[in-house]
Nanobody, 120 residues
Framework: QVQLVESGGGLVQAGGSLRLSCAAS????????MGWFRQAPGKEREFVAA???????FVVDSVKGRFTISRTDAKNTLYLQMNSLKPEDTAVYYC??????????????WGQGTQVTVST
């Protein structure tokens, strides 16, 4: 069993930055790939970024060059550095652990989510 707890969300003006964190615990937490997803009101949950157990990363095109995913060497904390935020980035952001993938179905464990709101 893996437990995930996100933090770092909030309200920020367009062009600003936020860093989301996700604390992972559980006996095998460090063995999984991890990812960030987001869900805006009235929309489906969408992939944002993922990092493999070996440190490979990929992000969705809409955030490329603005968002960076990383994790600590101990692999127990996941980060999402978000720069140049836009109003369309407003969503609840979820971290997840599972298989290195852009598909939500490949992730077995999910956090409770943290709200990010970007104002104009």
């Amino acid at each position: 069993q893996v437990q995930l707890v996100e933090s770092g969300g909030g309200l920020v003006q367009a062009g600003g930055s936020l860093r989301l964190s996700c604390a992972a615990s559980g006996r095998t937490a460090s063995s999984y790939a991890m990812g960030w997803f987001r869900q805006a009101p009235g929309k489906e949950r969408e992939f944002v970024a993922a990092i493999s157990w070996t440190g490979s990363t990929f992000v969705v095109d809409s955030v490329k060059g603005r968002f960076t995913i990383s994790r600590t060497d101990a692999k127990n904390t996941l980060y999402l550095q978000m720069n140049s935020l836009k109003p369309e980035d407003t969503a609840v952001y979820y971290c997840a652990s599972g298989v290195y993938s852009a598909l939500a179905k490949d992730y077995n464990y999910w956090g409770q989510g943290t709200q990010v709101t970007v104002s104009t």
